[in-house]
């Protein structure tokens, strides 16, 4: 077994030393002249250097922890330079957070083309065994900066490459489609999801009257909003998340000729979700619940990965696909039609050195592209294009965040912009402009066979100046069916809770009964099982319902979750086996899987480290629990004899009387509830599922008497992710 590391020593340092190097990504590439001469500036010129604490223009400090004062209690000094810097530069440390998308967690990583896109698209960074560094954004949408990572909402996965062309962005979303078809209406979504703005309440939510009058009214809406009420509003991790361009983009081959794709960024990981109790559980339990798993599982090792594909569709002029309209960002293609063809994999291989530099200032814009990849007339994505660059003259002051490190490109940069606020590079020459000969011609134009992207003269249909969509995007209810109908019955229960979570939320009795009509045109069973949870009648539809084939790709439900790096809990009490224990941990280590000791206390119960206290555990943090013993932690826990016998302590069955610390039955029965492995190993830890009422020989109930039996029967289970078939589903 692992020794129990030494705790880093918590004594002040007294030893002046040189800070820790940037790395490399931090330094960004060399700041060139307009001929491509360096211009001296280093790239890392703000960062720390020098081993003594100074002022920002490097004068050293004695001290700075007391202003300058008229005496030991006198007033302070007007003159106190350093206190002043100090106090400005800390009044406007922040900036304003992103008005969508606000909270998010970000890492480094490599993308690798397979080549298998070469025949579609020139870009190189698609060739065979090209790689390029990444960064990556995974955020929620509505909620603050500070926001539960958990909270039922949309996700967006933005990455960019850094390619050799130039800087590559694709901007997406955990959701194929979107709640809008026109970026018109997008201050209007927001505005109606955002808190209420008198009361600034609810946070992160959708849960609220303003969301479901906006939706039920703007039916277009409708399909997002079902995937939101659906498991991929909670996903388990950002790791077991896919990714969706959304958009239809064009690619355009060596020959000029083009296809049009949708991208997909499918986890290897899987697809998996929480459940909604869960998802509640971990926003107050730990808030930071997604980004701690991203950031522990790269640092652990267990690198996350994605592969990149492409379902590619013929560029016709009606451009639409098995009468699915492409430009419409509402709809999806099911894959059973287009099959994902994998070009690439995408590995996150870093954490970020520091959030507000890297993750909160990169910059992302859908308009960052490459040859060989171009935008379509979808109008949402039309509008985007102008809105990224926009938003981020506000919220990082100015024209030159491409200057910032993690923004900055890593191909060479030789731009005509200058000046401007918060200007970094040392521009030379004096012919910022075109034609010049001043600066012997430079910067030279390039030419297609010089890697120039040149927009490939794609028609563009002649028409009369209109305010108005296509007719095709008019169908704003078939595809939330066909979503509703590919679900499998354990995952429209979650969708009829969540519906019926939600409407419970709203106030106003015309948006429930508007919802409800909505409902009632996706799926009648659906509509009846939302409106029997409100007490209201469930209405006909008002239209006649399409039924397509449904789409078993959209169904997170048995896709496989490796083992690697999940989380089991192992049980002991201050008097249990701690030996079987330490037995246990090694087997899950052994199994590549991350082993918790629960104890009643911190710090060590014999050799074990006790990683989580009964206070702290809870099951969102757990994948599996192996019970070794849970008897009550009396001495850990002052008062905990004088409340066993009170029965909100005891929420599973008679806890205390047989012995089981009520907190271990808590975290046992939610557990259960939430459809995770439950363990026990040897005869204490089948008392202690007993005295929790966990029956004996449920489905994902193991008991074994043998360490490693215990561990394999566990991994085994895990792959599934869930025990689903622990209850009967009310519907299918
Ligand atoms: Fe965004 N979106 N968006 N969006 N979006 C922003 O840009 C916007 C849309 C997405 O981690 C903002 O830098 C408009 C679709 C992600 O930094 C802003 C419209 C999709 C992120 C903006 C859309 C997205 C953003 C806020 C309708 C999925 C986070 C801060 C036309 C394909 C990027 C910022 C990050 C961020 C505008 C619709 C994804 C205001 C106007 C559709 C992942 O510019």
Known sequence: ?????????????????????????????????????????????????????TTSQGLRLKDTDHSLKAGRRGPTL????????????????????????????????????????????????FAADVETPVFVRFSTVLGSRGSADTVRDTRGFAVKFYTDEGTFDLVGNNMPVFFIQDGIKFPDVVHAAKPHPDREIPQAQSAHDT??????????????????????????????????????????????ATTLVKFHWKPKAGVHSLVWEEAQLAAGGDPDFHRRDLADAIEAGFLPQWELGIQTFPDEEDETFEGIDLLDPTKLVPEELAPVQPIGLMTLTANPSNFFAETEQVAFHGGNLVPGVEVTNDPLLQARLFSYVDTQLTRLGGPNFNQIPVNRPHAPVNDMLRDGFHQHAVHTGVAPYR???????????????????????????????????????????????????????????????????????????????????????IDGDLCGAVAQALGMVAPAPTIELVDAEASRALSQVGTPFPVEGRKVGIVVDAVGDTDLAAAVVDAVTEARMVPFVVGPHGGMLDTLTVARTYAVSRSFEL???????????????????????EPQAQPVADAATVGLDPRIALLLGEMWRHCKVVASVGEEGDRALAAAGIPGEAPGVVRESDPQAVVTDVAELLALHRVWDRFTPVSG
Not at 98 to 118: D, E, I, L, N, P
């Open 1 to 53: 077994m692992e020794e129990p590391r030494t705790p880093p020593s918590v004594d002040e340092p007294t030893t002046p030393q040189e800070p820790l190097e940037p790395q490399p990504d931090q330094a960004g590439p060399e700041v060139v002249s307009a001929t491509g001469k360096p211009t001296g500036a280093p790239p890392t010129a703000r960062s720390q250097s020098g081993a003594y604490l």
């Open 78 to 125: 007007l003159e106190d330079h350093h206190l002043r810097e100090k106090i400005t530069h800390f009044d406007h440390e922040r900036i304003p957070e992103r008005v969508v998308h606000a909270r998010g967690s970000g890492a480094h990583g490599v993308f690798r083309g397979y080549g298998t896109a070469a025949s579609v698209c020139r870009a190189g960074l």
């Open 211 to 256: 969301f479901w009058d906006f939706v039920s009214l703007h039916t277009e809406a409708q399909h997002h909003t079902m995937w939101n009420m659906s498991d991929r509003g909670i996903q388990a991790s950002f790791r077991t998340m896919e990714g969706f361009g959304v958009h239809t983009f064009r690619l355009v081959d060596w020959e000029g």
């Open 435 to 521: 034609p010049n000969s001043l600066d012997g011609g430079c910067p030279f134009t390039a030419g297609e066979a010089d890697g120039a992207f040149v927009q490939v003269p794609a028609q563009v249909a002649e028409g009369q100046k209109v305010r108005a969509a296509a007719r095709s995007f008019d169908d704003h209810f078939s595809q939330a069916r066909l979503f509703y109908r590919s679900m499998s019955p354990v995952e429209q229960d979650h969708i009829k809770a969540a519906y019926s979570f939600e409407l419970a939320k709203c106030y106003e009795l015309a948006v429930r009964q508007r919802q409800l009509q909505c409902l009632a045109n």
């Open 623 to 645: 994948d599996a629990v192996v019970v070794v013993s849970g008897a009550p932690a009396r001495d850990a826990m002052p008062g905990l004899d004088a409340r066993a016998g």
